[in-house]
């Protein structure tokens, strides 16, 4: 079924121990798209400026992302800039320059309001509402958010809360919109503000899934190198994303399923900067890893 | 088959935001043991001083611990003193008074030397060489260490690792000993120092087990309350060597279960200061739970 995803095209910069790279591609609505194009077409809604290189779009249009949303505005695309530690886990942001992301008012192009799968990557909850006015009936909306909204627009994002089916968001994220100390009970604060489900993101030690009668729980897939976890969320949320648009459904058994192809999409994520290591990934390397997951977590 | 246990016994004043606890039992041979034995009955090797209240004695004795190893000296029993933080995983020590456990020499009684599963509890490896001098044949030895060890008895540590089947430590103490970044990259490292298998502990992030050829994930139990997570560690190999000795094998799929086992243990062991959460635990409440750990990982 169709699957929009509205969210930032950007311009990155990165330096990790493994190397740095320069003014590659990236942006949620990117790394979701490109993980997402594995299971379905995906219907992307951005912004940029005139110097967004065109073989990013060329690439995109290639992995079947459909870029009739994303608008081309005078200035200068969306960048950000960050540096990992030996760790990989925790990361400096060095510089952003929000650029044309900063008056960026989502317009659903028509052809696109009919999407069954709607995913609200970061952005401001106002703006995630926006979008949600434009659609016709989705079938399933899931929203992500970040510290900065859960401090400056907390009223909105309640609203929001309200109005999805599904919230994704990091562990740091639960507890400090719930201020709690533990996930369990930070998952069943959040699902008390109308969602039907949380998905928890614990970076390098998995994910959660709660529901009002169960939790699902699984680690990250293990890599011996990560060269660059930019946009791992993003990829996670377009491989579970994906998954559920391609196979209509999402109940439970479903959802569990979409969980572990996030993970698994968002691992080969991290084993290449920017989104190159999916240039060379195919479904049958996604259906093989998703299998070696499976003997992974077995007992 | 016979399980024994080689550490420490101890009296804990354990301060946590859900309330303190004075004086209370402790001890890594006490927490395995008592998670051992709702497997199979467990021999303890350990030292106590004359203040050590004889009430424990007999709790252990009545969950079929035999104590024929635990050795009374003159002088004041092991204490240790620390204060968890509200996230219930930073935890600090305000005082360690090794007493009697400074001179400790473990001696193994001679029907105990027979054991054919030995779990080293953490302790300096020259003792824990000591230890393994005594025993007969055993079937599966694992041993623990911590920070100190890795630090000022590294030799010493990487020769026992040579003579023990299995080493199960902590993720801070697989990167320490390795300098490595990288849990994956470390497991390899520390198996090739000789041992078969390596159990790395992530407290509530759960816990991988590495051998050769394969690896193995497990969550841990989401806990909504925390009360007390000392001992936590030492539960879970009880549980896991536990459940090892009572099925008298250690392939690859039962040490999977084994973890699992371990890993339901020590969740138990959580909801309690002290070894209170045993008091009133059925195997039939480990059953349930390792049952409801089926569901919330299966997909």
Not at 240 to 248: F, H, I, N
Not at 258 to 271: H, K, M, P, R
């Amino acid at each position: 079924m169709s699957l929009l995803v509205v969210g930032s095209v950007a311009l990155d910069s990165v330096q990790t121990p493994h190397g740095s790279a320069d003014e590659v591609l990236g942006g949620s609505a990117t790394y979701f798209s490109c993980a997402a194009s594995y299971f379905t077409p995906v219907r992307l809604v951005g912004v940029v400026g005139e110097d967004f290189p065109r073989e990013h779009c060329d690439m995109l249009a290639r992995r079947n992302v459909d870029l009739a949303g994303l608008e081309f505005v005078p200035g200068k695309t969306f960048r950000w800039c960050g540096r990992y530690e030996l760790n990989m886990n925790d990361c400096t942001t060095l510089d952003v320059q929000l650029n044309v992301l900063g008056q960026f008012e989502p317009k659903i192009p028509a052809e696109f309001r009919d999407s069954k799968y709607v995913f609200l990557a970061n952005c401001s909850p106002r703006l995630q509402m926006n979008v949600l006015s434009q659609m016709q009936a989705p079938k399933l909306v899931v929203a992500d958010t970040m510290n900065l909204y859960i401090e400056n627009e907390r009223d909105e994002l309640i609203e929001l809360m309200g109005m999805v089916d599904g919230l994704i968001l990091n562990d740091s994220e639960a507890l400090q919109f719930t201020g709690k100390h533990n996930l369990v009970s930070a998952a069943r604060e959040i699902l008390s503000r109308g969602l039907t489900f949380v998905v928890i993101k614990k970076g390098e030690h998995g994910a959660m899934l709660a529901d009002a009668n169960t939790m699902f729980c699984i680690p990250a897939f293990p890599l011996e190198t990560v060269v660059d976890p930019t946009g791992a969320g993003d990829s996670f949320a377009g491989g579970m994303m994906g998954y559920l648009a391609k196979s209509g459904t999402w109940d439970a058994a479903g959802l569990r399923k979409a969980l572990v192809y996030g993970t698994v999409v968002a691992s080969f994520n991290c084993e290449g900067f920017s989104l190159c290591k999916f240039d060379s990934l195919d479904f049958s390397d996604i259906e093989a890893r998703y299998r070696q997951f499976e003997e992974l977590t077995r007992f």
